[in-house]
């Protein structure tokens, strides 16, 4: 039935601006995979937990950003992309992206220099499973 075939066609269309909407909503600018594995599909939302070490961190100091991603209490450790944007609150020319990359515990980590003190907004934008998560903590760089 035509109307069959339409309904289809309409739904496949509606995951695809579902999937361009998540990928324009990400500041990133690495190639984007909106390829769907359907095997990999599943319903739990992905969890990102950013850390970083040191927690209070100073300028020219070399700072561990960490990514855990975690699916239904699962780690995740096929993520398509990690990806750190530090950003100083005062300027936001001022900022570093770095691209996360797993380590032996599961966690995606990278490591970054902040040569100026100041306040700063991490974002970890992890696109995983065919989702995307980008929380964002404050960090304060001390001189
Ligand atoms: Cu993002």
Redesign the pocket.
Known sequence: MPGFFLKKIGYALMIAAMVASVLA????KGNNQAVMDMSKMSMDPIKVELTWSPAGASANQEIIFKAEVTQGGDVVDDADEVLFEIVNDNDSSKKLELKGELDEEGKYTAAGTLEEAGMYHVTS?VTARTQ?S?PTKPLTVKP
Do not use: K
């Open positions: 909503g990400c500041a990133s934008h995307h980008m």
